[in-house]
């Protein structure tokens, strides 16, 4: 019983998630009074039977129900173009790493420090604890610290990949020959999980991502033992 309280989406462990959580919920919110504005007038319809036969067109109703979803189609869109460019700002990162898809593992590398290169391969069934996620728990996580500009540089070296971390908002290509990049800032410790989300082949869904979200002194200590 306790595992089946598990299985759900992690929660936003990122500036960047909470954002796209409420302008879901807010665009969810304007989509069901849409929809219940319109069955409203559908069942209105159905049930009157005044009928006019010789009305061909009502100049007011048509303006009405144009400038009314062209305001509402602006309420999402504004938000909606203020967090694509929230997601492409990348301001003074406090770390670099990069990230290199292979088929079928990721590898990484921590440059800004000393030269910390691993790979990172899904563990096997037969090896996972108990506290671990089947499928999705890494042998080598990548050690972040929280509360700092992070920027990844993403790129691959065989295949189209796509390195994604839905608890943080990063979805970023992995494409052969060019680097992409994106930042992350992490509000609080924890792990995340990802996985590829590109489909790259016979293994696409065996090459997890876990992110270890610890304190800056924790990731120092860290630095020092690697």
């Not at 500009?149 to 990949?161: F, N, Y």
């Amino acid at each position: 019983m306790a595992k089946w309280s598990q299985i759900n989406l992690q929660d936003a462990n990122s500036p960047i998630m909470e954002q796209l959580i409420f302008f879901h919920d807010n665009t969810m919110i304007i989509l069901l009074a849409i929809t219940t504005m319109i069955a409203w007038i559908m069942m209105k319809m159905i049930s009157n039977k005044m009928i006019n036969r010789f009305m061909m067109e009502n100049q007011k109703i048509e303006i009405i129900w144009t400038i009314i979803p062209a305001m509402i189609l602006m309420l999402i869109a504004l938000p909606s173009l203020r967090i694509l460019y929230m997601m492409d700002e990348i301001k003074s990162p406090s770390i670099t790493i990069k990230s290199i898809g292979h088929q079928w593992y990721w590898s990484y590398e921590y440059s800004d420090f000393k030269n910390i290169e691993f790979d990172s391969y899904m563990k096997p069934t037969n090896e996972t604890m108990n506290n671990e996620f089947r499928l999705l728990e890494t042998d080598n996580h990548i050690v972040l610290p929280m509360n700092n500009q992070i920027r990844i540089l993403v790129t691959a070296t065989d295949v189209l990949h796509s390195w994604t971390i839905p608890s943080m908002g990063v979805k970023i290509d992995a494409i052969p020959g060019r680097l992409n990049q994106s930042s992350m800032f992490m509000n609080r410790p924890g792990i995340m999980y990802g996985q590829c989300s590109e489909i790259c082949g016979a293994n696409h869904s065996f090459m997890p991502i876990t992110i270890e979200s610890v304190p800056t002194k924790q990731f120092i200590k860290w630095l020092k033992n690697n």
